[in-house]
């Protein structure tokens, strides 16, 4: 790194690579906030367990790709490569998500996860290749780029979820697209050009961040701290970047004659033949991902177990019920193909893990045993993006009140916006649910601030209206986890220095049990929220801030430290395995939490159902909550019990074979 430009001791390529990623995560995840939302309340009509099932396969998948997307990488195409036909394939999809088509929206899906594949492991690949080997700057350059990757993460929601929920799904998906090419564009420009399309880029974002939010003082604090973090990351990286760019051979193909080299007789060169290859493939994740439900006369997805027997179960007492559940979903195409993924990785690791030497094997044992707590924490914490999503929209209180209907007020006619405030209360003899009230957001997208004519009844007395705006989207609160983590990220890593330069800092497992606990605590808050609902059924919303919050805290105990662990404790010759197999469980974890989803379903995908009133649902999504504080809890208990034994199979010091007292610092 000594003839390279830096900045802060960073290389200036980094900056290139942080903004890339940013505008990456903001397309990806501004999809995410409103895919859940857009299957249900737009033109698909899903009820929430075929939604639920959709999005676990949509995430599961998008876990799967990147372990082809990085082989193909390493053996032939290159990083550079591989990042520019991700993110062209992403961009596509984002574009096609537009379309109001059931093949389409499929379509769209199957290109988002084909594109993260070669995206996402690519360009974290080129991050690291920044350093030279043994660089102790290499971890805080990782870190400015998981503060990248958060700071995309937390403006999609209040940009993209913003307006998509507010003036129309596809301006959402158009400025998710937008963001997308703007990222490719960064990656690929010459650096003049690059510095303007940052600068051009954030002052966007920062002008939508001011102007497109809801008048809430919380969401405005969040806007503005998201604001000024862009402006002052666009301000940084300008500067990086007039010292020098990205290095024209960083991500080159490792063999460029064996990259165009001719396959098929000579038609085709091995880059088109991967090209082309890709795109035929595209089809068939179109059928993983549906379920293969295009293919069926009905349009329903494939399951591959006989309704008497799921149909048994479900008559059964309360084990069999979830049985039934887990059984269905897991027997779908995406589930079988992660199930028997899982067990041919599991069975070859384990075949490999008992040929080792004492040390290496036990180390290998502490990978697997973490790998299954790492699977049941993003099992439990990826309820963000389905049940807790749904929970926010149908039973968290999102309305700054204005003022409250009198007594004087009944038998009146008075026109208000109907917002939240409305849900459960009738207008005239007419009771007013969550699907009258879309239906109405629907018809008047082109006027957010539309009223209707409401008579006011007795059972009318202290109902809330809104002012105007009359009330924040449900997808703006998925900022939260990124806000935060852009708010404590730093201080954790700072603490686990300050721990570790005294040798106080926890081996780990224990962090692993940390970051467990934290997240049973964030479902007790959400429980609690709805324990102590007001008489609708509506959760204050500083239950839903508090339960995020644990969340990320516990996340920044677990995820850091993850691939870190398996780095550190594989076996040279397995290592590339055992992190395509973290991954892989990571996509198991993915697809396990929308069977946990089903659980809060309470609509189905008839024309005629309907959400329920508030309170007929927050129970619901209480009691699974609950559940799952519970279930976390158990798992920590589980953990912390191992964790000696754990920390003592780690062999921290020792050579291979050899036995050595342990350090205080483990992890």
């Given at each position: 790194m000594n003839n390279t430009p830096t900045l802060f001791g960073h290389p200036a390529g980094l900056y290139t690579?942080?903004?890339?990623?940013?505008?990456?995560?903001?397309?990806?995840?501004?999809?995410?906030?409103?895919?859940?939302?857009?299957?249900?309340?737009?033109?698909?009509?899903?009820?929430?367990?075929?939604?639920?099932?959709?999005?676990?396969?949509?995430t599961a998948l998008v876990y799967l790709t990147p372990f082809f997307g990085g082989m193909l990488a390493d053996r032939l195409l290159g990083a550079r490569r591989a990042v520019i036909l991700g993110g062209l394939l992403m961009a596509a999809g984002h574009l096609t998500m537009t379309i109001e088509n059931d093949i389409a929206f499929f379509t769209a899906l199957a290109l988002l996860i084909c594109g993260n594949g070669f995206f996402k492991p690519n360009i974290s690949t080129m991050v690291g290749a920044q350093y030279p080997a043994g660089s102790p700057r290499r971890d805080a350059g990782f870190t400015l780029f998981y503060m990248g990757i958060n700071l995309g993460a937390a403006m999609s929601p209040l940009l993209c979820g913003y307006i998509g929920e507010t003036y129309g799904w596809h301006y959402g998906f158009g400025l998710a697209t937008a963001g997308m090419l703007v990222g490719l564009a960064v990656f690929v420009m010459p650096r003049r050009i690059t510095q303007l399309l940052i600068l051009a880029g954030v002052l966007a974002a920062a002008v939508g961040l001011f102007v497109f939010r809801p008048d809430s003082g919380l969401q405005v604090a969040i806007n503005i701290f998201v604001g000024v973090a862009l402006l002052a990351a666009g301000g940084i990286a300008i500067a990086a970047l007039g010292r020098g760019g990205l290095a024209s051979a960083m991500g080159a193909p490792p063999d460029m004659a064996r990259l165009h080299g001719r396959v098929l007789g000579g038609l085709l060169s091995r880059q088109w033949a991967v090209y082309l290859c890709t795109l035929a493939a595209i089809p068939v994740v179109v059928l993983f991902v549906s379920g293969?439900?295009?293919?069926?006369?009905?349009g329903d997805a494939?399951?591959?177990?006989?309704?008497?027997?799921?149909?048994?179960?479900?008559?059964?007492?309360?084990?069999?019920?979830?049985?039934?559940?887990?059984?269905?979903?897991?027997?779908?195409?995406?589930g079988l193909l992660l199930t028997v993924s899982g067990v041919v990785a599991l069975g070859y690791l384990l075949m490999h893990t008992f040929k080792l030497?004492?040390?290496?094997?036990?180390?290998?044992?502490?990978?697997?045993?973490?790998t299954f707590f790492s699977l049941t924490f993003w099992a439990f914490f990826e309820q963000g993006g389905s049940s807790i999503n749904n929970f926010t929209d149908r039973n968290v209180d999102r309305v700054a009140e204005q003022r409250a209907i009198g007594a004087a007020e009944v038998g009146s006619v008075i026109r208000i916006q109907p917002t939240q405030e409305q849900l459960g209360h009738y207008n005239g003899a007419t009771l007013f649910t969550l699907d009258a009230l879309n239906a109405l957001r629907e018809a008047n997208q082109d006027d957010p601030a539309f009223a209707v004519e409401w008579e006011v009844v007795p059972s009318n007395v202290g109902m809330g209206v809104a002012g105007r705006p009359a009330e924040t989207p449900a997808s703006v609160y998925q900022s939260f986890n990124p806000v935060y983590i852009l708010l404590f990220g730093l201080a954790f890593t700072a603490l686990w220095g300050f721990l570790g330069a005294r040798n106080w800092e926890p081996p780990t497992p224990y962090k692993f049990a940390?970051?467990?606990?934290?997240?049973?605590?964030?479902f007790g808050a959400f429980w609690y929220g709805a324990q102590v609902s007001d008489e609708r059924g509506m959760v204050a919303l500083q239950w839903l801030a508090v339960g995020y919050l644990l969340h990320t805290t516990g996340e920044l105990c677990l995820s850091p430290v993850g691939l870190s662990m398996v780095t550190k404790l594989a076996p040279a010759r397995l290592v590339s395995t055992v992190m395509g197999a973290w991954f892989l469980a990571t996509a198991f974890s993915q697809f396990l939490a929308a069977v946990i989803a089903q659980f809060t379903g309470?609509?189905?995908?008839?024309?005629?159902?309907?959400?329920?009133?508030?309170?007929?649902?927050?129970?619901?999504?209480?009691?699974?909550?609950?559940?799952?504080?519970?279930?976390?809890?158990?798992?920590?208990?589980v953990c912390l019990l191992l964790a000696p034994l754990l920390t003592r199979w780690m062999h921290v010091g020792e050579e291979e074979g050899e036995a050595a007292p342990l350090s205080a610092k483990q992890s």
């Amino acid at each position: 790194m000594n003839n390279t430009p830096t900045l802060f001791g960073h290389p200036a390529g980094l900056y290139t690579l942080f903004f890339a990623e940013m505008w990456e995560r903001f397309s990806f995840y501004g999809m995410r906030a409103l895919l859940l939302f857009y299957m249900i309340k737009g033109f698909l009509g899903y009820g929430d367990s075929e939604a639920y099932a959709v999005y676990g396969a949509y995430t599961a998948l998008v876990y799967l790709t990147p372990f082809f997307g990085g082989m193909l990488a390493d053996r032939l195409l290159g990083a550079r490569r591989a990042v520019i036909l991700g993110g062209l394939l992403m961009a596509a999809g984002h574009l096609t998500m537009t379309i109001e088509n059931d093949i389409a929206f499929f379509t769209a899906l199957a290109l988002l996860i084909c594109g993260n594949g070669f995206f996402k492991p690519n360009i974290s690949t080129m991050v690291g290749a920044q350093y030279p080997a043994g660089s102790p700057r290499r971890d805080a350059g990782f870190t400015l780029f998981y503060m990248g990757i958060n700071l995309g993460a937390a403006m999609s929601p209040l940009l993209c979820g913003y307006i998509g929920e507010t003036y129309g799904w596809h301006y959402g998906f158009g400025l998710a697209t937008a963001g997308m090419l703007v990222g490719l564009a960064v990656f690929v420009m010459p650096r003049r050009i690059t510095q303007l399309l940052i600068l051009a880029g954030v002052l966007a974002a920062a002008v939508g961040l001011f102007v497109f939010r809801p008048d809430s003082g919380l969401q405005v604090a969040i806007n503005i701290f998201v604001g000024v973090a862009l402006l002052a990351a666009g301000g940084i990286a300008i500067a990086a970047l007039g010292r020098g760019g990205l290095a024209s051979a960083m991500g080159a193909p490792p063999d460029m004659a064996r990259l165009h080299g001719r396959v098929l007789g000579g038609l085709l060169s091995r880059q088109w033949a991967v090209y082309l290859c890709t795109l035929a493939a595209i089809p068939v994740v179109v059928l993983f991902v549906s379920g293969f439900a295009p293919l069926a006369s009905d349009g329903d997805a494939l399951v591959l177990v006989p309704a008497a027997f799921v149909e048994r179960l479900q008559a059964g007492g309360a084990l069999a019920q979830v049985l039934a559940v887990f059984v269905t979903e897991m027997s779908r195409p995406a589930g079988l193909l992660l199930t028997v993924s899982g067990v041919v990785a599991l069975g070859y690791l384990l075949m490999h893990t008992f040929k080792l030497d004492k040390v290496r094997r036990e180390r290998m044992f502490v990978v697997l045993v973490l790998t299954f707590f790492s699977l049941t924490f993003w099992a439990f914490f990826e309820q963000g993006g389905s049940s807790i999503n749904n929970f926010t929209d149908r039973n968290v209180d999102r309305v700054a009140e204005q003022r409250a209907i009198g007594a004087a007020e009944v038998g009146s006619v008075i026109r208000i916006q109907p917002t939240q405030e409305q849900l459960g209360h009738y207008n005239g003899a007419t009771l007013f649910t969550l699907d009258a009230l879309n239906a109405l957001r629907e018809a008047n997208q082109d006027d957010p601030a539309f009223a209707v004519e409401w008579e006011v009844v007795p059972s009318n007395v202290g109902m809330g209206v809104a002012g105007r705006p009359a009330e924040t989207p449900a997808s703006v609160y998925q900022s939260f986890n990124p806000v935060y983590i852009l708010l404590f990220g730093l201080a954790f890593t700072a603490l686990w220095g300050f721990l570790g330069a005294r040798n106080w800092e926890p081996p780990t497992p224990y962090k692993f049990a940390l970051g467990l606990l934290q997240l049973g605590l964030g479902f007790g808050a959400f429980w609690y929220g709805a324990q102590v609902s007001d008489e609708r059924g509506m959760v204050a919303l500083q239950w839903l801030a508090v339960g995020y919050l644990l969340h990320t805290t516990g996340e920044l105990c677990l995820s850091p430290v993850g691939l870190s662990m398996v780095t550190k404790l594989a076996p040279a010759r397995l290592v590339s395995t055992v992190m395509g197999a973290w991954f892989l469980a990571t996509a198991f974890s993915q697809f396990l939490a929308a069977v946990i989803a089903q659980f809060t379903g309470v609509t189905g995908g008839d024309a005629d159902a309907s959400v329920p009133a508030p309170i007929d649902t927050v129970h619901v999504y209480g009691d699974v909550f609950g559940s799952v504080a519970v279930m976390a809890l158990a798992a920590t208990a589980v953990c912390l019990l191992l964790a000696p034994l754990l920390t003592r199979w780690m062999h921290v010091g020792e050579e291979e074979g050899e036995a050595a007292p342990l350090s205080a610092k483990q992890s």
